[in-house]
């Protein structure tokens, strides 16, 4: 899949769309929009965002083997290996300890919970009641570890013929009330809802088996994407904790998970801010060697260090040509330096990710680099990124999950607005697309916003007549007193014939008198 491609019909679908229901009758302002709407003014360049390689750190069987998780553990997740944010995290969880691990999209967080959960049941069979709550923000987030549950039993079974040892469910708004009473009569050891459900369960009179079970037997209390839980919900979310905690019989291990969720300054900065805020969540201490950070390597051969600025200009004279050529991508000049330039930062002395950017300026900078062509630069990131999702495509097809710059486009579109204009004509109007009260200039004058009839497209000026002054007036504004009136103004010479046209104002715009048929004190002001 082209994914350049995609996006470009997706914008011009889009473009096409906004276009159909314009309709503007002045020739001025009409072009104004149609030169803004070119230049992208409601779809902005896309950013680019790479989702660079994890430190491997072995599989889940070598922590089963060495003792640090249950050796069933190893069956559950055979096949399956670890990044060094993972590990460092079941580390933490093995040994009884709160954690918090924040790293990107798809480095795998669930897991460093879930291994630790399956570890503790598994060392204690026929333990009853829930053990761990598991709460997430969206259902959907629900259904998929639910999913990916049922995926790890048929792994077990698959692999030793036998049931597997550990119950789960889930308790949200979508269960029937058949499943709820199942869940009643034998609570599962392990639990998966969200904040709301979880409040209504403590609360429910009905669901006294389920509350009691928890009360009882919990001993871990996980929140996922935790940097969702902030103001109002985050003072609910944190109370909810306290009355759990308090309630419980055991000691409870709080673990979180979350994407990034501070920036600048050193590590041990970042990882200090993340353990303020989880302490103030769980309401207990959590120290920064209990925030696990993901640690980031290079997926291409850097071996060779950074490319010259002679090897760039080469390989983009050259062209690149888009292939499933793993070995060809890991040491091209262009692949190299954008892993350098736009994925990994290293300043710091620690790999970093860097901030997305738009592909325009990473051409500029390669043809800065380089003093290659703009226009040649722009081709050779782009060949290179289809070469990078070539080669990804390739290798998810063999079923691995070892990656190469993995990346995304960030596409922000916005809504429809109006047209502000000064009340001046000819060439001295201002035209802008941009809200605002006044023209940023000397004179300061007002800009008043303009609207557009769908069946003529004639332009009608929203305004506030206060005394002898014409006020800017938003279109959803409407204010009625003895002072202000709202209303339109429309400019031009043949706007208004009071013999043809006042028969063709609304029947509410009058009222009927002795004399006949009157526009109203509003209207005729």
């Known amino acids: 899949m082209n994914v350049f491609e995609v996006h470009r019909n997706i914008i011009d679908d889009y473009s096409r769309y906004i276009r159909s229901f314009i309709r503007i009758d002045d020739d001025q302002i009409r072009c104004t929009v149609d030169d803004e709407l070119s230049k992208g003014k409601l779809w902005p360049e896309p950013l680019l965002q790479f989702n660079p390689a994890f430190k491997s750190a072995g599989k889940v069987t070598d922590l089963a083997y060495s003792g640090v998780l249950h050796p069933d553990v190893g069956d559950i997740f055979t096949g399956y290996s670890l990044w060094q944010h993972q590990l460092d995290a079941i580390q933490l969880g093995s040994a009884g300890k709160d954690f918090i691990v924040t790293s990107g999209t798809g480095s795998g967080k669930s897991l460093t919970y879930i291994g630790t959960i399956f570890s503790r049941l598994l060392a204690n069979p026929g333990s009853h009641g829930v053990a761990a709550v598991v709460v997430y923000p969206l259902n959907a987030l629900i259904n998929s570890q639910t999913d990916e549950l049922k995926r790890y039993a048929d792994n077990f079974t698959r692999i030793r013929g036998a049931d597997f040892p550990i119950s789960y469910g889930q308790y949200t708004g979508q269960e029937e009330e058949g499943p709820r009473e199942s869940m009643r009569r034998s609570p599962p050891q392990i639990l998966l809802t969200n904040y709301m459900m979880l409040e209504l369960l403590l609360t429910r009179v009905q669901e006294r088996a389920i509350r009691d079970a928890i009360y009882e037997n919990l001993r871990y209390l996980v929140f996922d994407e935790l940097h969702t839980y902030r103001g109002?919900?985050?003072?609910?979310?944190?109370?909810?904790?306290?009355?759990?905690?308090?309630?419980?019989?055991?000691?409870?291990?709080?673990?979180?998970?979350?994407?990034?969720?501070?920036?600048?300054?050193?590590?041990?900065?970042?990882?200090?801010?993340?353990?303020?805020?989880?302490?103030?969540?769980?309401?207990?201490?959590?120290?920064?060697?209990?925030?696990?950070?993901?640690?980031?390597?290079?997926?291409?051969?850097?071996?060779?260090?950074?490319p010259t600025p002679r090897q760039l200009a080469d390989a983009i004279d050259a062209g690149v040509q888009p292939s499933t050529d793993l070995a060809a991508l890991r040491v091209h000049p262009v692949a190299l330096w954008l892993e350098a330039r736009a994925a990994l930062d290293e300043s710091t002395g620690e790999l970093l990710r860097r901030k997305p950017r738009p592909i325009g300026d990473l051409a500029t900078s390669l043809s800065d680099d380089s003093s290659q062509p703009l226009h040649k630069c722009l081709d050779a990131l782009t060949n290179v990124l289809l070469w990078i999702s070539a080669v990804n495509e390739s290798i998810q097809k063999q079923g691995r999950r070892d990656t190469v710059l993995p990346f995304r486009l960030h596409q922000f579109i916005s809504q429809t607005g109006s047209v502000y204009t000064t009340l001046d004509r000819g060439p001295e109007r201002f035209i802008t697309l941009e809200p605002g009260i006044y023209k940023k200039d000397s004179e300061n004058k007002p800009v008043f916003p303009n609207v557009f009839s769908r069946t003529s497209g004639k332009t009608f000026i929203c305004v506030s007549l206060c005394g002898s002054r014409l006020l800017p007036r938003e279109l959803t504004e409407y204010v009625e007193n003895e002072e202000t009136s709202d209303g339109y103004l429309i400019v031009g010479d043949d706007v208004w014939d009071p013999d043809q046209d006042l028969d063709e104002l609304p029947d509410a715009w009058f009222r009927r008198t002795k004399a006949g048929r009157i526009p109203t004190r509003e209207v005729a002001r």
């Open 232 to 306: 109002r919900q985050g003072a609910d979310v944190a109370m909810l904790i306290r009355r759990i905690r308090a309630r419980c019989r055991n000691d409870v291990v709080c673990i979180g998970t979350s994407a990034t969720m501070a920036s600048g300054g050193t590590s041990e900065d970042r990882r200090r801010k993340v353990a303020d805020v989880a302490s103030t969540l769980f309401g207990k201490k959590f120290l920064p060697s209990q925030v696990v950070s993901e640690t980031l390597t290079p997926s291409l051969d850097t071996s060779a260090g950074p």
